[in-house]
């Protein structure tokens, strides 16, 4: 069972910066394909950023060019760097992992992993 530890959320202002952590648990690590969704208050939980085994990133349009998601596969981490935060970023933001890599999947869908942290909460203020 991969287990997923989620860190580095807090309070910031707006225009701030934030890098949150997620930590893997798993032997294969560097195989897998690690997402970042997040849910707002009163909203579903949506999708952010993946990243691939080789790599390869995808990001949800509303943060292209202010979140950016990496990997050390050497340490079983996975991060999101979020810059120019703005209030409307606030959530509680969830790591997932699929152990798969396989283009069977669709990586936007939170039907495509398998496994998730607990969350960790991010408030922007103005």
């Known amino acids: 069972q991969v287990q997923l530890v989620e860190s580095g959320g807090g309070l910031v202002q707006a225009g701030d910066s934030l890098r949150l952590s997620c930590a893997a648990s798993?032997?294969?690590?560097?195989?897998?394909?690690m997402g970042w969704f997040r849910q707002a208050p009163g909203k579903e939980r949506g999708f952010i950023a993946y990243i691939r085994s080789n790599n390869i990133t995808y990001y949800k349009d509303f943060v292209k060019g202010r979140f950016t998601i990496s990997r050390d596969n050497a340490k079983n981490m996975v991060y999101l760097q979020m810059n120019s935060l703005k209030p409307e970023d606030t959530a509680v933001y969830y790591c997932?992992?699929?152990?798969?890599?396989?283009?069977?999947?669709?990586?936007?869908?939170?039907?495509?992993?398998?496994?998730w942290g607990q969350g960790t909460q991010v408030t922007v203020v103005s």
């Open positions: 798993g032997r294969t690590f560097s195989t897998y394909v």
């Open positions: 997932a992992a699929q152990l798969i890599d396989s283009e069977h999947y669709n990586y936007l869908s939170q039907l495509a992993y398998t496994n």
